[in-house]
């Protein structure tokens, strides 16, 4: 698969400039603008370079840490089943990272507590 950077620094570029990003909280899952990353990073797909991301942990009002999702059913101790939007898929704990919320385009849904509780379960089993 041939990646287009081109294209996706200028959105890029367009994200980094955005003065207010917007409002979020732990356990919402956003539409979130990856964009085109190197080797095995997880990208976005489609026009604007999208890819569902949960928010795991709020670190401030721009940053959190998230993880994003595929939409795909995973096998793997890195993985955990997810069913967001009507569609089945995994959370992907391995490209767990710091998302700044200008890459947030909008709330997909926010997933329930126990759920948050049993995903942090499986997290914590990750990198124990």
């Known amino acids: 698969m041939?990646?287009?950077?081109?294209?996706?620094?200028?959105?890029?570029?367009?994200?980094?400039?955005?003065?207010i990003p917007p409002l979020f909280s732990e356990?919402?899952?956003?539409?979130?603008?990856l964009g085109v990353n190197v080797?095995?990073?997880?990208?976005?797909?489609?026009?604007?370079?999208?890819?569902?991301?949960?928010v795991f942990k709020k670190l401030s009002h721009q940053t959190c840490l998230?993880?994003?999702?595929?939409?795909?059913?995973?096998?793997?101790?890195?993985y955990r089943d997810s069913y967001v939007g009507g569609k089945s898929g995994?959370?992907?704990?391995?490209?767990?990272?710091?998302?700044?919320?200008?890459r947030f385009k909008y709330r997909m849904e926010t997933i329930s507590s126990q759920e948050f509780k049993d995903l942090k379960e499986s997290f914590f089993a990750?990198?124990?």
């Open 2 to 19: 041939r990646k287009l950077f081109g294209d996706w620094l200028q959105l890029k570029s367009y994200l980094h400039h955005k003065k």
């Open 27 to 33: 356990r919402e899952i956003w539409a979130c603008q």
């Open 90 to 102: 995994s959370f992907c704990f391995h490209q767990i990272r710091i998302f700044d919320a200008k």
């Open 66 to 78: 998230g993880i994003p999702l595929t939409g795909k059913q995973k096998q793997g101790s890195w």
């Open 39 to 54: 080797g095995f990073e997880m990208d976005g797909k489609k026009d604007g370079a999208l890819r569902p991301v949960l």
């Open 126 to 128: 990750f990198i124990a």
